[in-house]
């Protein structure tokens, strides 16, 4: 299934946020102002009555001295077979601790959290973790330039990539993946969901922009 390209970024711009300030710093080494790495938990983001959400996994974000940034993102769970948008997301300028969203985070009571939902806690998009070409906001749902899950379920990505910002802000970004097959299709189709409130009368699904899994400093 194939979407145009389309800007998460748009609605992700929130900079209140709901949860701060008691973010324990999980930095497993931090040698320098210039070298910084960064290992979370990724847990997951809806409640476990939504279908196919129950996923775990790990993430490392390591600023190398070169000015290039690398993310490496493990997780278990996820709709086999399909691809996974993921993103840095954060508050670009000064250290911001954001949070990521739980179950509670479901604001409207559909009972699913929505991007739009989750944005106050995690901020807006600082780079997209494609797997070639552009990392910026504009690739927030380049689907075809995401990591894949395997058969399994089972999803590994690892890129070393120069974003300015996500450079700035190594220390303070949430990660977060995307997608749920909420219907077991196979596909993320507006069956299982409908459409995302995200961008509505894009046709998006819902199931390809919900988010699963988020990990970052304030967990
Ligand atoms: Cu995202």
Redesign the pocket.
Known sequence: MKFRLCS?AVV?AASTFAASGAAVAAHDTNPSDKVGNYAYDLTAVQASSVPNAAAEGSTRITSLPNGKVRVQVDAWGLAPGLPH?????GVDGPATDMACPGPAADSDGDGFVS?PE?APF?GG?LA?LTTTGDTTAAS?LALDRFAVADADGHLEYSRTFRNDSALANADTVQV???GIDVNGSGGYDLAGAGEAPLVPGSGIPFEA?M?VLCGGVAN
């Not at 948008?85 to 997301?89: K, Y």
């Open positions: 998460m992700v948008a993921m993103h840095l997301h991007v989750g995690y998009i997209s927030a977060v993946v995307h922009t988010p």
